[in-house]
């Protein structure tokens, strides 16, 4: 490589993977939100297999964004060189196409951008399967659109893709195999004591967040016992009238990658906006989830974190986007176009702020985080 070896080549060093390739993504103003989310998926090693598998099998002419993932995605893998930067014009292009928020030069939230991606390959995925148009605005992505970072009952949120992902529980794709969850919410009647159960599919989690605590604190509390009284009674089958009962929510299936979205954007009344929220939440490299059900089908999966996309800034719509990844063995920073190595406990510098000084204080915090199962790891 003589002279041209980049900083990056240097610092990995010897310990550079064969075929592996680390490459930023030019920002086309204000893309951040999507080039941090793009390279977590990509380094999401299911995800990536899957989409150069996509890519080798399809044929197709028609464009979609799957297809421009796929071309990106390809493009990476096949550069000559190991380390550089390559633009997503194409990618961009076509987002812009599919939905009209994103068609501007505004800073969009990342995890609305993972929400509306994820769901749209999954729908796409179906309908060239089903020999279907892929309808450009569909009624399912349009459940989207609100801001899924917004403070309200942490349990609620879950319920805006249950019914696209209910639909397509019986035709999984592998979108579906690699990100899906499931969650049961069940409900006691404090009259008869009958517990009753509904299950709800999940692509990702959307924690509550409190200061100085930890990712396996906040999950805790996610399934904590709520009680159903006054004009919020359940109404109970056995009874059949409105009784009082305590609720819960509590993980059945886990996923292959589970995404933590930590609630970051909450808003304020009093300064009548979304303020960003930067308590401490420490994000450990393991994982063991211990909010699961007792019937859960495997609730000992290990979990290794994996990446991590990080707002910088003081609130939803200024700022920017980086993401940390993993890649054998150590970790990189990628923010658009730059490259660096990080060590593991740069980490640390992302769990956010200890004190809650002025909510406007600048901050850069992990908001939305990717835990790969320790059993479908090749690393």
């Not at 176009?337 to 992302?350: L, P, Q, W, Y």
Request: with cysteine.
């Amino acid at each position: 490589m003589g002279t041209n070896i980049s900083q990056l080549e240097r610092d990995i060093g010897s310990d550079f993977p064969a075929n592996e390739h680390y490459f930023g993504l030019v920002n086309f103003g204000n893309t951040c939100y999507s080039n941090s989310v793009l390279q977590a998926l990509y380094f999401c090693r299911p995800f990536r297999e899957k989409v150069l598998e996509y890519k080798a099998k399809n044929k197709r002419t028609k464009e979609t964004l799957l297809s421009c993932l796929a071309d990106l995605f390809y493009s990476i893998a096949t550069q000559k060189k190991k380390v550089g930067s390559i633009a997503p014009k194409k990618f961009i292009a076509r987002l812009r196409k599919e939905k009209e928020e994103f068609d501007n030069y505004l800073q969009q939230d990342a995890h609305e951008f993972l929400n509306f991606l994820i769901n749209h390959i999954s729908e796409i995925i179906l309908a060239e399967r089903n020999g279907k148009q892929t309808k450009n605005n569909s009624s399912i992505t349009a459940a989207n659109n609100h801001n899924s970072s917004a403070d309200g009952n942490h349990h609620s949120n879950h319920n805006q893709h249950q019914q696209q992902q209910q639909q397509q529980t019986n035709d999984p794709t592998w979108v579906h195999e690699i990100f899906q969850g499931i969650l049961t919410s069940e409900t006691k009647c404090l009259n008869c004591e009958t517990v009753s159960s509904k299950d709800e599919n999940f692509f990702d989690l959307q924690v509550d967040i409190d200061q100085n605590t930890s990712i396996t604190h906040c999950l805790r509390c996610f399934s904590n016992t709520e009680t159903l009284c006054s004009d919020n009674k359940f109404k109970c089958d056995n009874c059949c009238s409105y009784q009082e009962a305590q609720k819960r929510m509590r993980v059945k299936k886990l996923p292959m990658i589970l995404a933590l979205h930590l609630k970051r954007f909450k808003y304020m009344e009093q300064y009548n906006r979304h303020i960003k929220v930067s308590h401490r939440v420490v994000f450990p490299l393991e994982l063991r989830l211990f909010n699961t059900s007792d019937d859960a089908v495997n609730p000992d999966r290990l979990y290794d974190l994996m990446a991590v996309v990080v707002h910088c800034g003081s609130g939803p719509n200024r700022g920017h986007y980086i993401s940390i990844v993993k890649s054998h063995g150590f970790w990189l920073l990628f923010d658009d176009d730059m490259v660096d190595k990080i060590e593991a406990s740069t980490i640390e510098d992302f769990y956010g702020l200890t004190s809650d000084i002025h909510h406007q204080k600048s901050s850069e915090t992990g908001y939305i985080l990717f835990y790969q199962s320790r059993d479908c790891a090749k690393d």
